[in-house]
């Protein structure tokens, strides 16, 4: 598990790989996580976009961003938090990946980064 505070919210991120035959016959390693937003902070927030940095160990480094999560902008109150399973496919049995998300101050509209930390993606029998 990858913890990170930022700006009085904290990201919390869980992996699994996902053992499937399919990903196997099509020379991917299929990755699951959940993402975890709590908000710390006395000010309601809404998350408007994300922005990934994915390091595949055989593909290299890409980029991805768009708007929200999953197809969503959750607002979190002050105390609220949001969770959301999405994935991520590997040529590799090994990668990383980190990002931020833009948040905005609900109350004056202020923009602000928030961190998500880096987790790595690795298949379980690199673990051994």
Known sequence: MSTAITNDVRITVETSYQNNRL????????F???ITI????DHTIKLLRRH???NDINEGKQEVEGEGVVGLQPVLEPGASHQYVSGCSLHSDFGKMH???LMERQIDGKLFEVTIPEFELV????LN
């Not at 990903?23 to 299929?30: A, K, L, V």
């Not at 709590?38 to 902070?41: A, D």
């Open 23 to 30: 990903n196997n016959f099509s020379g991917y390693h299929m």
């Open 32 to 34: 699951a996580y959940r």
């Open 123 to 126: 298949v379980p029998y690199r």
């Open 38 to 41: 709590e908000n710390n902070s």
């Open 52 to 54: 990934w940095y994915i």
């Open 99 to 101: 990002g931020t998300y």
